[in-house]
């Protein structure tokens, strides 16, 4: 195939190639070494970089001119674009076979202005950081003028961009523009500071600016603010670490993250943007990590590279009712500057790289994120959300790093290629647990007590994954270690449990016991309930007096701790609340549909409507129907929305629970409950078959699959919370796949205890796939009860450790079904080994064991050789990304070489010599099922291959034997190939 025909063939993956990350610098580059090398004139350039055009637009052109070029043309683009993209495989592009030569052209470099052209890569390289000298020395020849300067520095360009745009002017200029520019880069090359980039000195009245900044921060910051400090606690005292990581594809992704790294290199997707999203489910402590960062900044232990701090809360922003510029969203919302603020803004604009903008709960923005408005003036007026999202996108004060906190569901692919890298929040670990308990429970005797509940109520553990259930049940000890036989197993039952703690706290010395607690308080609950439940229907997180009054919310209700006093973001200093936790208003909207006689009898339907959740979420103008009048308004909800309506129907489901009915018995009439719980089960009835009719008929020859949304998740945790095990049969019942996918899902401990609790109820087996989700060994253990229907379990980038392989393998023995397992990408060390030869010893029906990419090494391939030689099943072995080296491959071979079972087997990348590859090849000579062995990217030479060839001589039913990247020359490859067929390079 020639070059011409590569590039048409290739067309697609090619534009992905260059444009998917969203910024034009891969086409950039493309585009600078065909003007170097003479394939581009001047105006086929300036054709493809018309300003303003789509990016795909841009790469479309130049593919369609090369193309038109011919082969030669043809070759040169694909190896600029190897150059560009070394490792193009990641989007599915073969640049094998470019040999085209990228060196510079002399005879084009007679000139200055020629030099620029020929030279155009490597200057734009080393003008990026430092344009604005090469600009001065412009300006004082008199060939620039300001307006050509600012022209270049648009804050809406990247350093590389301003340097291209500063060789554009410059070769405008003319031949004598051209010799400053390389006179300048000469000077810069010999004294050695091209690249480096000083810290300014900062004028005196900015230092300070900064003094005053840190100290507001530090005292916005020092006690903790989530769930409202009502403990008043200091954040030093109670700050405990959650769970970070890197998407599962990242080259840095099985790193431990630290605080700092938030805002470091490791897992950077997209260079040119400056937006880091620190993503987590509500209660998985975004807002209370967010402020410990603020708090090392502000005292000078952490983010030391950035000179100023700017925090900011979407929630308060939603009342910025004015238009404002970027320089009054920072000081009048953060800090105003007692004097010369323009200096000070101006030293912001010139330093950008020293500045760090921190923007908590985007997803509590009443508008969805839009690039539609675009802006990049500093200086210019515009509503609250509309900077927000060009700070974001990089047209607004491009170069300062912006750390953004968001519950997942809020941040679509239109923002995702807007950022730098995303950086997952995902609770406590169970170590976190008993950090955060012994913390907040100064008596070590309490923390014992309640660590001890939590270990013998496994379903709660998994709930204190999330760090705001935590703290629930560290607040409500006292309630917690009297439950007994009835300790908290639902999310509702924690909500209840603080509800029940906040109004005995403030119950009246004769009032009643026993279940009376909840009746006596009514008012309470239905004032708060009434606020809370129009508030989620207006997308309204912060209330005014006026507000309160409306629901007739008193200072008796407000003083029941479950509000707290907002900061308050008008001109006015009226008082403002907000609920404790978003989840805490979503609980109390659940109570009041539950309790009050004045919903809407369609709010429940209306509420669990998921006809539009495919398209637009759960349409917002349906829940907001069954307000008064005056709360409707158009459009459509968010995506936040939307989960803010999902978490409240979790509640209501919870509170319609049988066992929670004989509380609302003086509160709400039994008739009046009992229809409320029919039309929630009707409604998850209803919702689960409109799933089931979804699953399209399998391909002939093919197993039936559903691949499940989240929506089908959070169907379950609503069933799960009823804890009616008719109503989960009932769902089981209609379900008939063979494979049921939730990869992707954020399915941690507590999902997996309501999945389980559904799936054990299926009719037949079933095979779960659990991928790239947060499930970690405590989500392993609440799996169990469903591990009998189960006969494969895919647990791929889990965060499981050999702790939860114990427990899982030891289920799993007693479970006839259980046949498959694959858990690439985890925890697992040798330790785990023993379990797995265990269950290859004693079930002799187990087809296939997967452990791909984790931390076994010679050692765990012996122990696992051990129960090979017991095993007459096994069919697959993937140990792939190990470093079993040659002597776990010699184990592994001397007891598979019998084996009359075994198809496929992969041990890629594990540092498997010659040695190993001529002990496999006996596998090869002797086997009478095996098809497939997959050696690459190990350390075979020669006289490996040699062995492997000698044996496949024997054996005509293997199919290929997977070769590429090992210890041999391209000569030999060649060779051998010719030889047989059947090895693969």
């Given at each position: 195939?020639?070059?011409?025909?590569?590039?048409?063939k290739?067309r697609t993956?090619i534009l992905?190639?260059?444009?998917s990350?969203?910024?034009a610098?891969?086409?950039?580059?493309v585009l600078?070494?065909l003007?170097a090398?003479?394939?581009?004139?001047?105006?086929e350039?300036?054709n493809?970089q018309?300003p303003?055009?789509?990016?795909?637009?841009?790469?479309r052109?130049?593919?369609?001119?090369?193309?038109?070029?011919?082969v030669?043309?043809?070759?040169?683009?694909?190896?600029?674009?190897?150059?560009v993209?070394?490792?193009a495989?990641?989007?599915?592009?073969?640049?094998?076979?470019?040999?085209?030569?990228?060196e510079?052209r002399?005879?084009?470099?007679?000139?200055?202005?020629q030099?620029l052209l020929?030279?155009r890569?490597?200057?734009?390289s080393?003008?990026?950081?430092?344009t604005?000298g090469?600009?001065?020395a412009?300006?004082?020849s008199?060939?620039?003028?300001?307006?050509?300067?600012?022209?270049?520095?648009?804050?809406i360009?990247t350093?590389?961009?301003q340097a291209?745009?500063?060789?554009?002017h410059?070769?405008?200029?003319?031949?004598?523009a051209?010799?400053?520019?390389?006179?300048?880069?000469?000077q810069?090359?010999?004294?050695?500071s091209?690249l480096t980039?000083?810290?300014?000195?900062?004028?005196?009245e900015?230092v300070?600016?900064?003094?005053k900044?840190?100290s507001s921060?530090?005292?916005?910051?020092?006690?903790?603010?989530?769930?409202?400090?009502?403990s008043?606690m200091r954040?030093d005292d109670i700050?405990?670490?959650?769970?970070l990581e890197?998407?599962?594809y990242?080259?840095?992704?099985?790193?431990?993250l630290?605080?700092?790294?938030?805002v470091?290199t490791?897992?950077?997707v997209?260079?040119e943007?400056?937006?880091?999203l620190?993503?987590?489910?509500?209660?998985?402590?975004?807002?209370?990590?967010?402020q410990?960062?603020?708090l090392?900044?502000?005292r000078g232990?952490a983010?030391?590279?950035?000179?100023?701090?700017f925090?900011?809360?979407?929630?308060?922003?939603?009342?910025e009712?004015?238009?404002?510029?970027?320089?009054?969203?920072?000081?009048?919302?953060?800090?105003?500057?007692?004097?010369?603020q323009?200096?000070?803004?101006?030293?912001?604009?010139d330093?950008?790289?020293?500045?760090?903008?921190?923007?908590?709960?985007?997803d509590?923005?009443k508008?969805?994120?839009s690039?539609?408005?675009?802006l990049?003036?500093p200086?210019?007026?515009?509503p609250?959300?509309?900077?927000?999202?060009n700070l974001?996108?990089g047209?607004?004060?491009?170069?300062?790093?912006?750390v953004?906190?968001?519950?997942?569901?809020?941040v679509?692919?239109?923002?995702?290629?807007h950022?730098r890298?995303?950086?997952?929040?995902?609770g406590f670990?169970?170590?976190?647990?008993?950090?955060?308990?012994?913390?907040?429970h100064?008596?070590?005797?309490?923390?014992a007590?309640?660590?001890?509940?939590l270990q013998t109520?496994t379903?709660?553990?998994g709930?204190?994954?999330?760090?705001?259930?935590?703290?629930?049940?560290?607040?409500?000890h006292?309630?917690?270690?009297g439950?007994?036989?009835g300790?908290?197993?639902t999310?509702?039952?924690?909500y209840l449990m603080?509800?029940?703690?906040f109004l005995?706290?403030?119950?009246?010395?004769?009032?009643?016991?026993?279940?009376?607690?909840?009746?006596?308080?009514?008012?309470?609950?239905?004032?708060?309930?009434?606020?809370?439940?129009?508030?989620?229907?207006?997308t309204?997180?912060i209330?005014s007096?006026?507000?309160?009054?409306?629901?007739?919310?008193t200072?008796k209700?407000?003083?029941?701790?479950?509000?707290?006093?907002s900061?308050?973001?008008?001109?006015?200093?009226?008082?403002?609340?907000?609920?404790?936790h978003?989840t805490?208003?979503?609980?109390?909207?659940?109570?009041?549909?539950v309790?009050?006689?004045?919903t809407?009898?369609?709010?429940?339907?209306k509420?669990?409507?998921?006809?539009?959740?495919?398209?637009?979420?759960?349409?917002?103008?349906?829940f907001?129907?069954c307000?008064p009048?005056?709360?409707?308004q158009e459009?459509?909800?968010t995506a936040?929305?939307?989960?803010n309506l999902?978490?409240?129907?979790?509640?209501?489901s919870?509170?319609?629970?049988?066992?929670?009915?004989?509380?609302?018995?003086?509160?709400?009439?039994s008739a009046?409950?009992?229809?409320?719980?029919?039309?929630?089960?009707?409604?998850l009835?209803?919702g689960?078959?409109?799933?089931?009719?979804s699953?399209?008929?399998?391909?002939?020859g093919?197993?039936?699959?559903?691949?499940?949304?989240?929506?089908f998740?959070w169907?379950?945790?609503?069933?799960?919370?009823?804890?009616?095990s008719?109503i989960?049969k009932?769902a089981?019942?209609?379900?008939?796949?063979?494979?049921?996918?939730?990869t992707y899902?954020?399915?941690?401990p507590?999902?997996c205890?309501?999945i389980?609790?559904?799936?054990?109820?299926?009719?037949?087996?079933?095979?779960?796939?659990?991928?790239n989700?947060?499930?970690?060994?405590?989500g392993?253990?609440?799996?169990?009860?469903?591990?009998?229907?189960?006969?494969?379990?895919?647990?791929?980038?889990n965060n499981?450790?050999?702790?939860?392989?114990?427990?899982?393998i030891?289920?799993?023995?007693?479970?006839?079904?259980?046949?498959?397992?694959?858990?690439?990408?985890n925890?697992?060390?040798?330790?785990c080994?023993?379990?797995?030869?265990h269950?290859?010893?004693?079930?002799?029906?187990?087809i296939?064991?997967?452990?791909?990419?984790?931390?076994?090494?010679?050692e765990?391939?012996?122990?696992?050789a051990?129960?090979?030689k017991?095993n007459?099943?096994?069919?697959y072995?993937?140990?792939?990304?190990n470093?079993?080296?040659d002597?776990?491959?010699?184990?592994?071979?001397?007891v598979?070489?019998?084996?009359?079972?075994?198809?496929?087997?992969?041990l890629v990348?594990?540092?498997?010599?010659?040695?190993?590859?001529?002990?496999?090849?006996?596998?090869?000579?002797?086997?009478?099922?095996?098809?497939d062995i997959?050696?690459?990217?190990?350390c075979?030479?020669?006289?490996?291959v040699e062995?492997l060839?000698?044996?496949?001589?024997?054996?005509?039913?293997?199919?290929?034997?997977w070769?590429?990247?090992?210890?041999?020359?391209?000569?030999?490859?060649?060779?051998?190939?010719?030889?047989?067929s059947?090895?693969i390079?």
């Amino acid at each position: 195939m020639s070059v011409q025909e590569l590039v048409l063939k290739q067309r697609t993956e090619i534009l992905h190639a260059l444009c998917s990350s969203g910024s034009a610098e891969h086409l950039e580059q493309v585009l600078d070494i065909l003007l170097a090398q003479g394939e581009l004139s001047w105006e086929e350039y300036q054709n493809i970089q018309v300003p303003g055009r789509a990016l795909y637009t841009n790469a479309r052109e130049l593919l369609d001119l090369v193309y038109t070029k011919g082969v030669d043309t043809c070759g040169l683009f694909l190896a600029a674009l190897k150059q560009v993209l070394p490792e193009a495989k990641g989007v599915g592009l073969s640049l094998s076979g470019c040999l085209s030569n990228l060196e510079g052209r002399e005879e084009y470099q007679s000139t200055s202005s020629q030099t620029l052209l020929t030279q155009r890569p490597s200057l734009v390289s080393e003008l990026q950081g430092c344009t604005d000298g090469a600009l001065k020395a412009l300006l004082a020849s008199g060939l620039f003028t300001t307006a050509d300067c600012d022209d270049v520095c648009l804050p809406i360009h990247t350093p590389s961009q301003q340097a291209r745009r500063l060789l554009d002017h410059v070769r405008s200029k003319g031949e004598s523009a051209a010799k400053i520019v390389l006179q300048y880069i000469q000077q810069k090359q010999e004294s050695g500071s091209l690249l480096t980039q000083e810290t300014p000195t900062p004028p005196k009245e900015f230092v300070k600016y900064q003094k005053k900044l840190s100290s507001s921060v530090s005292a916005q910051s020092c006690f903790l603010s989530t769930y409202g400090g009502t403990s008043h606690m200091r954040l030093d005292d109670i700050y405990t670490e959650g769970q970070l990581e890197l998407d599962h594809y990242s080259a840095d992704a099985h790193e431990s993250l630290g605080l700092e790294d938030i805002v470091g290199t490791a897992g950077t997707v997209n260079e040119e943007a400056d937006t880091v999203l620190v993503s987590g489910e509500a209660g998985s402590g975004k807002s209370t990590l967010l402020q410990r960062l603020h708090l090392l900044w502000a005292r000078g232990t952490a983010l030391q590279d950035f000179l100023l701090l700017f925090p900011f809360s979407c929630r308060r922003l939603n009342s910025e009712q004015r238009e404002v510029s970027v320089q009054e969203l920072l000081f009048q919302h953060c800090c105003w500057p007692d004097r010369e603020q323009e200096e000070i803004f101006q030293f912001i604009l010139d330093h950008p790289h020293l500045i760090l903008f921190t923007f908590d709960g985007l997803d509590e923005l009443k508008q969805s994120f839009s690039d539609e408005h675009r802006l990049c003036c500093p200086t210019q007026r515009a509503p609250v959300h509309v900077l927000l999202f060009n700070l974001i996108q990089g047209s607004l004060m491009k170069g300062v790093l912006k750390v953004v906190a968001s519950r997942p569901e809020a941040v679509g692919p239109l923002l995702k290629k807007h950022l730098r890298k995303e950086v997952f929040l995902k609770g406590f670990s169970p170590s976190g647990i008993d950090c955060f308990v012994k913390k907040h429970h100064s008596d070590p005797t309490v923390a014992a007590k309640v660590l001890g509940s939590l270990q013998t109520n496994t379903a709660l553990l998994g709930l204190c994954h999330s760090p705001v259930l935590c703290w629930i049940v560290s607040q409500c000890h006292k309630e917690l270690l009297g439950f007994g036989e009835g300790s908290p197993q639902t999310i509702t039952d924690v909500y209840l449990m603080i509800l029940q703690h906040f109004l005995r706290r403030q119950s009246s010395p004769t009032s009643t016991v026993g279940l009376g607690w909840l009746h006596e308080h009514l008012q309470t609950v239905l004032h708060l309930g009434q606020l809370a439940f129009e508030g989620i229907g207006t997308t309204c997180y912060i209330f005014s007096g006026t507000d309160l009054e409306t629901c007739g919310v008193t200072e008796k209700d407000i003083c029941m701790g479950f509000l707290i006093q907002s900061k308050d973001m008008s001109s006015t200093h009226s008082k403002h609340y907000e609920f404790l936790h978003l989840t805490m208003q979503c609980f109390f909207a659940a109570l009041y549909i539950v309790l009050s006689n004045n919903t809407d009898r369609s709010t429940i339907p209306k509420l669990f409507e998921l006809k539009d959740m495919r398209e637009t979420g759960l349409s917002s103008t349906c829940f907001r129907s069954c307000l008064p009048s005056t709360y409707q308004q158009e459009g459509e909800a968010t995506a936040a929305e939307t989960h803010n309506l999902q978490i409240t129907a979790t509640f209501v489901s919870g509170l319609l629970s049988q066992r929670h009915q004989s509380l609302w018995l003086h509160c709400c009439p039994s008739a009046v409950t009992e229809k409320r719980v029919r039309q929630v089960v009707r409604c998850l009835s209803k919702g689960m078959q409109k799933h089931f009719k979804s699953i399209p008929q399998p391909v002939e020859g093919e197993k039936k699959s559903m691949h499940a949304m989240p929506g089908f998740v959070w169907l379950i945790k609503c069933i799960y919370e009823m804890q009616n095990s008719r109503i989960a049969k009932d769902a089981m019942s209609k379900l008939e796949v063979d494979h049921l996918k939730l990869t992707y899902c954020n399915i941690g401990p507590v999902e997996c205890t309501a999945i389980a609790y559904v799936l054990q109820h299926l009719k037949n087996p079933v095979g779960l796939q659990l991928d790239n989700n947060s499930v970690g060994d405590v989500g392993v253990e609440q799996l169990l009860p469903c591990m009998h229907i189960c006969n494969s379990l895919h647990l791929r980038n889990n965060n499981i450790t050999d702790e939860g392989i114990r427990k899982l393998i030891a289920k799993g023995i007693q479970c006839d079904n259980f046949q498959k397992i694959a858990l690439f990408n985890n925890r697992l060390t040798d330790a785990c080994t023993q379990h797995f030869s265990h269950l290859l010893k004693t079930k002799q029906n187990f087809i296939a064991l997967r452990l791909g990419n984790n931390n076994i090494t010679a050692e765990g391939a012996k122990q696992l050789a051990e129960g090979l030689k017991f095993n007459h099943s096994l069919q697959y072995l993937g140990l792939w990304g190990n470093k079993i080296g040659d002597a776990g491959a010699e184990a592994l071979a001397r007891v598979l070489e019998s084996s009359n079972t075994l198809v496929w087997l992969s041990l890629v990348g594990n540092g498997v010599g010659s040695t190993g590859a001529c002990a496999l090849a006996n596998i090869i000579k002797n086997s009478t099922s095996l098809e497939d062995i997959w050696l690459t990217e190990n350390c075979i030479t020669r006289a490996g291959v040699e062995c492997l060839i000698q044996a496949l001589e024997h054996n005509t039913h293997v199919k290929s034997i997977w070769l590429k990247n090992n210890d041999l020359s391209p000569e030999e490859v060649a060779e051998m190939t010719q030889r047989e067929s059947r090895l693969i390079f």
